[in-house]
C-alpha cells in the first residue's frame, strides 16, 4: 500500500513551490495529501484540504480571517486548525510524513502541527530560519529542519536543488522499511552528561540484562526536555534521573536550562523513580567569553572551547536540593533519592576541580530536610561514578519494577 505524505502549505503565495515538491514526491511512488492555510489571495494549488476547513478546525471564521485585518489572530487560528487537521490525518490513518515550507511565520505555523505528531513519524521543514537555533520551532519532537538558502519564494538555480533534496527526504524516510524490532521490551529513562557517563553506562547494562530496553538523554536543556515528554506521553515505565544538572542551569541562568519543572515528570505520571543530584555541581554556560560577568570571579572550568562549566555554590544548592525534595515528595509511585557523598560528578571527586563538600552537602541536607516521611534517602560513601553506586541505582529501579 502506499505511503502518503501530507503537504501543508499557504498556497496562496507559495502554491508553484509546492506544486513542484508535489510532483517530485508522486515521482518517487509516494501519495500526497495537500493542506492549505493560506488567508490572502485565491491557492493557485488544488488542495485536498481547504483553508476553509483549517479555519473551521481552529475555532475561526476564514471570511474574518481573510479581511488582512486580523494577522496575528489568522496566524493562531489557523496553527490551531492545521494541528488538528494534521493530528486527525495521522490517526485516521493517512499520514506517514509530512513536508512544509515557508518563512518564520509559515514554520511556525507548520512544526505548530509537527509537533502534534508522535516521534518517528517524518517531518521535514525547509525553511529560512533553518541554519540558526530551531529549538523554539522543534520542542522535543524530531523535526529535521532544511535551511532553504534563499527565501521560499519562486523556482531558481537554488531552491530547485533545495526543493528536490526536500522531496527526496521526505519521500526516501517514509519509503524507507524499519527493521522489525523481535521484543518490545519496557522503556526505562536515564539522563547522563560527560561527567557521569561511567554511572549511566553501568547502571544501563545491569537494567538491560533484566529485560528492559533503557533510553540515555544528555541533560542540555533539550535533552530533559525529551525525555520528560516522553514520560508525560506514556512511554515510559521508570526513570532514572541520575544527572538533574539542568536544575542548576535554571538557578543560574546557564545554557542547558530545561525549565523549572524539570524532574517533575516521572512524579506525575506515576511511574517508579530513582533520583540522584548528579551534576549539580555545574551550571553550563558556552564559551568562556558567554559567562556573565558576576560569576567571571567563580570557580570555572572550559570543558571544551565551547562549553564553560561554573562551579555552583551552597546558596545554590540548597536551592536544587529544595527542588530535587519537591520532585520526590509529588510522585504517587516507588521514589528513592541516592545520594554519592564523595562527588557527584568526574569532577567533583576528593581533589577535582570541582571539589566542595560544603556545596554538596547543602544539597544533601536540603534534600533530605523536605522530603516527606517515608521516601528513601540513601547515602553512599562512593563517587557518583564509582560501581558500587550505580549498582545501587540499577538495584532500586528493578526492586521497584519486579513490585
Known sequence: MSKTVVIAGSLDTKGTEYAFVKELIEKEGVGTLVVDFGVMGD????????????????????????????????MKIMADGLAVIVRKLYDDGKLDGIIGMGGSGGTSLITTAMRTLPVGVPKVMVSTVGGGDVSAYTGTKDITFMPSIVDVAGINSISRSIYSNAAGAIAGMVKVEKPAVKEEKPLVVASMFGNTTTCVDNAREIVEKEGYEVLVFHATGIGGKTMESLIADGY???????????LADEVCGGAFNAGPDRCMAASRAGIPAVIVPGCVDMANFWGIDTVPEKYRARNLYEWNPNVTLLR???????????????AANASSAPVAIVIPLKGVSMLDSPGGQFWDEEADRACFNAIKKNIKPGIDFIEM????????????????ILAMLKK
Do not use: C, Q, W
Not at 540548597?318 to 525534595?325: D, H, L, T, V
Open 43 to 74: 491557492p493557485t494549488l488544488e488542495p485536498d484540504v481547504s483553508r476553509d476547513e483549517v479555519a473551521h478546525a481552529g475555532g475561526g471564521n476564514l471570511a474574518y480571517l481573510t479581511s488582512g485585518d486580523h494577522k496575528d489572530e489568522a
Open 236 to 246: 515510559i515505565t521508570a526513570s532514572m534521573d541520575i544527572t538533574t544538572t539542568e
Open 312 to 326: 555552583t555554590n551552597i546558596e545554590e544548592n540548597i536551592r536544587m536540593g529544595e527542588m530535587i525534595a519537591a
Open 381 to 396: 560513601d562512593n563517587n557518583i561514578n564509582d560501581p558500587e553506586f550505580s549498582g545501587k541505582v540499577a538495584e532500586l
